[in-house]
C-alpha cells in the first residue's frame, strides 16, 4: 500500500513538473500565434481525410486483421499508452506486429538497440511474428491509428507519439514536441525514420512544433506516400 501511494506521488509530481514545464514553452514560444482558422483547418483535415482513409482502407484492414489472427497466437490489436498533446496519455492502436507477450521479452533484446536516444529501434526485432516485418517495413501496422486521428487524440501530422518513460529521459527544449498533437505521419517518419539520429529526430519535431502550418502539414503529406514505399528506416 504505502509502495502504490509513493508511485502515485511520484506519478503527480512528474506530471505537474511536466505541465510547469509545458507553460512556460508555451508562453515562450510562437506557437501561440498560430491563427485559430489554422487549429480548425488542421482538424478538419483528421476528419475528413481520415473519415475517407478508414472507409477506403476497411477491406484491407479486415485482410490484415484475419491473417494475423490465423498465423500468430494472440489479439490482432496491440494497445499501448502513449503520450499526447500538453502530456496527456491516451491508448494508441496498431495492429500486432510481435509475439503476444514480447513486452516481457525487452530485457532480452535492449542489446539490439540501434537508436542513440531513450526509444527503443531493432532492425530485424527477433519479437516479430510471420507478417510482423512486413506489416512494419510496409507501415501498414499504423492504419488502426486512424481511430486515434478521429477521436481527436492523434492528428494525420505531427511528431511521432511517445512513450511515457521516453518523456520522462527528454531534455527539458525536447517537451515542446507536446504542444502539438502527435501525427501518424511526419518530418521524422518522412525523412528516415529509425535511420535518423535521436537529436536530430527530436530537433525535427521541435521544429513542426513551432512551425507548423496547414500548407506544412500538406507538403508532409504528399511526401508520406513516397517514404512509405521506400521504406527507409521502417523497422
Known amino acids: 500500500m504505502i509502495a502504490t501511494v509513493g508511485t502515485r506521488t511520484a506519478d503527480a509530481s512528474r506530471a505537474a513538473e511536466l505541465r510547469n514545464v509545458l507553460r512556460a514553452i508555451f508562453w515562450r514560444n510562437a506557437i501561440h500565434k498560430a491563427p485559430k482558422?489554422?487549429?480548425?483547418?488542421?482538424?478538419?483535415?483528421?476528419?475528413?481525410?481520415?473519415?475517407?482513409?478508414?472507409?477506403?482502407?476497411?477491406?484491407?484492414c479486415a485482410a490484415i486483421a484475419l491473417a494475423i489472427k490465423l498465423s500468430s497466437p494472440g489479439p490482432v490489436f496491440f494497445v499501448q499508452e502513449r503520450v499526447g498533446k500538453s502530456g496527456r496519455p491516451f491508448n494508441l492502436f496498431k495492429f500486432r506486429t510481435?509475439?503476444?507477450g514480447a513486452h516481457l521479452l525487452h530485457k532480452d533484446v535492449a542489446h539490439l538497440n540501434t537508436c542513440d536516444?531513450?526509444?527503443?529501434?531493432?532492425p530485424n526485432?527477433?519479437?516479430?511474428?510471420?507478417?510482423?516485418?512486413?506489416?512494419?517495413?510496409?507501415?501498414?501496422?499504423?492504419?488502426p491509428q486512424l481511430v486515434n486521428v478521429l477521436r481527436g487524440e492523434m492528428s494525420l501530422v505531427?511528431?511521432?507519439?511517445?512513450?511515457?518513460?521516453?518523456?520522462?529521459?527528454?531534455?527539458p527544449h525536447?517537451?515542446?514536441?507536446?504542444t502539438v498533437p502527435p501525427g501518424m505521419t511526419g518530418l521524422w517518419?518522412?525523412?528516415?525514420?529509425?535511420e535518423v539520429q535521436f537529436r536530430r529526430w527530436m530537433a525535427m519535431d521541435v521544429w513542426y512544433s513551432r512551425n507548423w502550418s496547414p500548407l506544412v502539414?500538406?507538403?508532409?503529406?504528399?511526401?508520406?506516400?513516397?517514404?512509405v514505399l521506400r521504406r527507409e528506416g521502417a523497422w
Not at 482558422?37 to 484491407?60: H, T
Not at 525536447?174 to 507536446?178: D, F, G, S, T, V
Not at 502539414?217 to 517514404?227: F, G, H, K, N, Q
Open 37 to 60: 482558422s489554422w487549429f480548425i483547418i488542421k482538424r478538419a483535415m483528421d476528419i475528413v481525410i481520415g473519415s475517407f482513409m478508414v472507409i477506403a482502407a476497411a477491406p484491407l
Open 174 to 178: 525536447y517537451h515542446q514536441r507536446l
Open 217 to 227: 502539414d500538406c507538403w508532409i503529406l504528399v511526401r508520406t506516400l513516397p517514404a
Open 98 to 100: 510481435m509475439v503476444d
Open 125 to 143: 526485432d527477433p519479437r516479430l511474428h510471420a507478417l510482423g516485418a512486413f506489416l512494419r517495413r510496409s507501415s501498414l501496422d499504423e492504419l
Open 158 to 171: 505531427g511528431p511521432r507519439p511517445a512513450l511515457p518513460h521516453e518523456v520522462d529521459n527528454y531534455l
Open 189 to 194: 517518419q518522412v525523412s528516415g525514420r529509425a
Open 117 to 122: 536516444g531513450p526509444a527503443l529501434k531493432i
